[in-house]
């Protein structure tokens, strides 16, 4: 009877070191999936038309959050950043201008060190070439002119010029300046899912097409 005891008491404390064993695989996921989220990979979902035609509204992409801690961000890297206006908010734009270089728009065309850029990935989606203020309202009567031509700016040291891919409706460098490197959040790598909310066909709302679709 007394060694019956003894195995019972045995099982318990093996069925306590299995609990336990699970709490602590799930205590380990979850810390993992935090420091995966925050320093190396992280999900975000595009809400607005600022970069199309290369990122569309309800695209899901991935975003490398470690690559910036090895190597510097480079021209037509497609980036997340805090909005320097709001760090609250994220951004998502296209870096043009590098430290030292200058910048300049003229007639909606980008000049680098006077050099004009070879743009493939750009829209221009106001064929009236007249800036609707409505769009930017907040920003009209100190920027407005400075949509179609811009400059020439001198980019300091660990700052740089954003832009959009949809350049007549994109809340870029223009609008509200440099970004400070140490905004800069990482590297748009991937989507990973694309939802049409417009599409009334449940079977169309997918955009098959662009998952998987690598980003630069």
Not at 119 to 127: A, F, G, L, Q, T
Not at 148 to 156: H, K, S, V
């Amino acid at each position: 009877m007394e060694q019956g005891k003894k195995e019972e008491l045995q099982r318990s404390k093996g069925n306590k070191s299995v609990v336990w064993e699970y709490v602590e695989a799930i205590i380990i996921a979850i810390i993992l999936a935090f420091i995966i989220r925050k320093f190396v990979i992280q999900a975000y979902k595009i809400p607005s038309g600022s970069m199309l035609e290369t990122l569309q509204i309800g695209d899901h992409i991935l975003v490398n959050k470690f690559v910036f801690s090895f190597k510097d961000p480079k021209r037509g890297d497609i980036i997340v950043f805090k909005y320097p206006g709001d760090k609250k908010r994220d951004f998502i734009k296209r870096l043009i201008g590098l430290p030292g270089e200058t910048v300049e728009i003229r007639d909606k065309k980008v000049f680098v060190n006077d050099v004009q850029m070879d743009e493939p990935y750009v829209v221009y989606k106001d064929h009236s070439n007249v800036f609707n203020k409505d769009h930017f309202a907040y920003y009209y009567d100190s920027y407005a002119r400075n949509r179609d031509n811009f400059g020439p700016i001198t980019i300091p040291e660990n700052k740089y010029l954003m832009l959009g891919d949809n350049r007549d409706f994109s809340q870029d460098s223009r609008y509200w300046g440099l970004l400070d490197r140490e905004l800069i959040e990482g590297k748009a790598l991937i989507i990973y899912w694309s939802w049409n909310g417009d599409e009334t066909s449940l079977i169309n709302k997918v955009r098959w097409n662009r998952i998987g679709m690598l980003l630069h």
